[in-house]
């Protein structure tokens, strides 16, 4: 007798819950309920809408405000879901919603290194080479549950963090892929999550991208690197301008003893860090309009 396919309530956003539900989708699970956010306004939406997979694919969608009201629980229990997954929703789920199901949720990091916010950003500014998805189930603590599937992907030297999250992305969507048949079948794996190792980290707000010119020329270009536009960027003032670093690489020449800060050197920006040694900054931004050489300079003069 062939069993009927395992009803699923997915939490989801972003391009991790974009392809994540795809996976589940192709997998031959009953989505019988999408819970997903509307879209901010105020936000640079760079990636892709779940609301609007879920609008061609005819599955049922909510975007409440938050995930704490009896409605949301009770259109949840309604789906009578066998399963559930959290794919980058913003909203914490509270332990009602858990007990409704057996729940699993994507976490963008190698889990027990960097739970909770923003784990791509915070890996690219720590200067990691290696990074990825893992898998989880969901308990009260975040990102605590024991693990299900990893997948790991290489973090490259000059990678920013909008491009190691596409391969995190792709580590979210091959990680789920591998295990759903054995998840589907009650048979997949659960290793612990060992909580003494790693650490918790919070979101990271647009003044967290402020430049300090006097640390060591690799941290600034390792936060240049984990908040590069589509983010909102390293940034640096100067007189009544704020200076937003689009594309930099380290420097190879000499910074000629300039002291900490934007220079215009040989007719190329850089910007001087503490240690002597400086980044080239190929892109650099002035009220969201990229500004040359020869225009910093003059700015520079005005505001000495």
């Known amino acids: 007798m062939t069993q009927s396919p395992k009803r699923a309530v997915v939490f989801a956003y972003h391009n991790v819950g974009v392809r994540c539900l795809k996976v589940l989708l192709a997998g031959g699970v009953d989505v019988a309920l999408v819970v997903t956010h509307q879209d901010s306004a105020s936000e640079n939406i760079w990636f892709e809408s779940v609301q609007s997979l879920c609008e061609t694919e005819g599955i049922p969608f909510l975007t409440p405000e938050d995930a704490k009201g009896d409605e949301l629980l009770q259109a949840i229990r309604a789906a009578r879901p066998d399963l559930m997954f959290s794919f980058y929703f913003r909203h914490m789920l509270p332990q009602a919603i858990l007990d ?15 739970r909770g916010r923003a784990p791509t950003n915070w890996a690219v500014l720590h200067g990691e080479t290696i990074t990825g998805a893992t898998l989880h189930e969901m308990t009260a603590k975040p990102d605590a549950g024991a693990i299900v599937a990893q997948q790991a992907v290489p973090i490259l030297p000059d990678d920013t963090a909008f491009e190691v999250f596409g391969k995190v992305t792709v580590a979210a969507e091959l990680a789920l892929y591998d295990v759903l048949p054995a998840l589907l079948a009650g048979t997949a794996p659960r290793i612990p999550n060992d909580l003494t190792q790693g650490g918790y980290f919070g979101g990271r707000k647009p003044e967290d991208g ?28 100067a007189g009544p301008y704020r200076y937003v670093i689009e594309r930099a690489r380290p420097f190879k020449g000499d910074a000629n003893g300039l002291p900490p800060g934007l220079h215009v050197l040989d007719n190329a920006i850089v910007g001087v860090c503490g240690d002597g040694r400086a980044l080239a900054i190929h892109s650099l931004l002035s009220n969201g309009m990229r500004i040359s050489a020869a225009e910093l300079q003059a700015q520079l003069a005005s505001n000495p």
């Open 100 to 114: 409704v199901a057996p729940a699993y949720n994507m976490h963008g990091s190698l889990l027990p290194a960097y």
């Open 210 to 237: 402020r430049i300090d010119w006097s640390r060591p020329a690799r941290e600034v270009y390792n936060l240049h690197r984990a908040v590069a536009p589509p983010y909102t960027g390293a940034f640096t003032d």
